[in-house]
């Protein structure tokens, strides 16, 4: 037995599990956590172990106290809500620490499954509607206490502030070979001035919200296709709902991922953003506020804006975040990011009168 099954068979009776009675294998397809699923031999149980990238999440403590409070509120307030709690230790731990490493273990959702891509509209709307239901269930939430698992994770001001930084100490044959895309970024910079207008503005509320919805946070029934949960809850904690939605917009609308260099295929589906946000709105309607819903629309260019100016500023950088497979790999998902943005904008007029007709 090698010492990477020791450590799994030693990290799971610290929750109070059998390892001779488990089988250990790697889970799922995201590249932050190492996850393993974990099947009983002799009953039908299954649980999934993950290690937390303590790279990413400095201060794990802060997810556990997050996802703790958010279970404990759902819990006493809307127990039918299926929501993937955390199993403490045998100590009554969120999180075992071993060898200067955290791991948490959760229940698998039996009869569940995920996707990678949103292939038909019908799964816009489920996963728009399951986002909507935690942002539903957790509205009158107590946030004190509980804090950013990744500080600044969506602070547009702050990623262009590195931006700017990056102009001035980056890779300078770089700067002077990208000055398209540069200047892009420095055209839209008005969007940068509304998401602070957001931030300032004591009439946006704060909620509690999942920060990162992409469709493969999303667990679907095996049997209705229908959402069943979300998942992935590491960005679970306080901000402002034009996260959640955009990065559904951002995600969800173009068949083209942000790894696609066929740049002429990027094009937004509207009825891909009209489903999600029928699907966000069914459940949200009735509790957004005047100033959430005159920014609807802000959500998919503050997000797509936010994701291209990121990747441009790690290409000024050399590559120092992202992990890259050949030199020109962040500059192309830029480019990306522009050519929808790009598109996004052309389209408003359509998209805003679907927002009104969801909304009203």
């Not at 942002?135 to 547009?156: C, R, V, W, Y």
């Not at 052309?346 to 007709?357: A, G, P, W």
Request: with cysteine; hydrophobic share 35%; charged share 25%.
């Amino acid at each position: 037995m090698n010492k990477k099954n020791l450590d799994l068979e030693h990290i799971s009776k610290l929750f109070g599990l059998e390892p001779d009675n488990y089988s250990f294998k790697p889970f799922g397809s995201g590249h932050i956590n190492a996850t393993f699923l974990l099947e009983s031999i002799s009953e039908n149980k299954r649980f999934v172990l993950q290690k937390i990238n303590i790279n990413v999440f400095k201060k794990p403590e802060i997810i556990a106290i997050n996802v703790g409070n958010t279970s404990d509120f759902l819990a006493k307030n809307h127990p039918e809500y299926l929501f993937i709690h955390q199993i403490k230790t045998v100590n009554g731990e969120d999180l075992a620490f071993v060898d200067g490493e955290y791991w948490r273990l959760s229940p698998f959702i039996p009869n569940s499954y995920s996707i990678n891509s949103v292939s038909e509209p019908q799964m816009a709307y489920e996963a728009g509607k399951a986002f909507g239901l935690l942002t539903k269930n957790l509205h009158h939430m107590p946030l004190e206490g509980l804090q950013a698992s990744i500080p600044g994770f969506h602070d547009l001001a702050w990623r262009y502030q590195q931006f700017e930084e990056s102009l001035k100490n980056g890779n300078q044959n770089r700067i002077s070979e990208v000055a398209q895309e540069i200047e892009f970024i420095k055209s839209q910079k008005h969007l940068v001035e509304v998401y602070q207008n957001i931030i300032q503005n004591p009439e946006y509320p704060t909620r509690m919200i999942h920060h990162d919805t992409k469709i493969n946070n999303v667990l679907f029934d095996k049997t209705t296709n229908k959402s069943l949960c979300v998942c992935d809850l590491d960005t679970l904690m306080p901000g402002k709902i034009i996260s959640d939605i955009g990065d559904m917009v951002r995600t969800y609308i173009c068949e083209e991922s942000e790894e696609s260099t066929e740049f002429e295929k990027i094009k937004i589906r509207t009825e891909y953003f009209e489903a999600l946000m029928n699907g966000y709105l069914s459940q949200m309607k009735s509790l957004i506020s005047p100033a959430e819903k005159e920014n609807l629309f802000f959500a998919g260019p503050f997000m797509i804006y936010m994701q291209g100016l990121r990747f441009l500023t790690d290409y000024l950088n050399d590559d120092i975040y992202y992990p890259i497979k050949y030199p020109e790999h962040n500059l192309n998902r830029a480019k990306n990011q522009r050519i929808l943005l790009e598109d996004l904008l052309s389209n408003e007029v359509e998209l805003m009168t679907i927002i009104k007709k969801n909304i009203d």
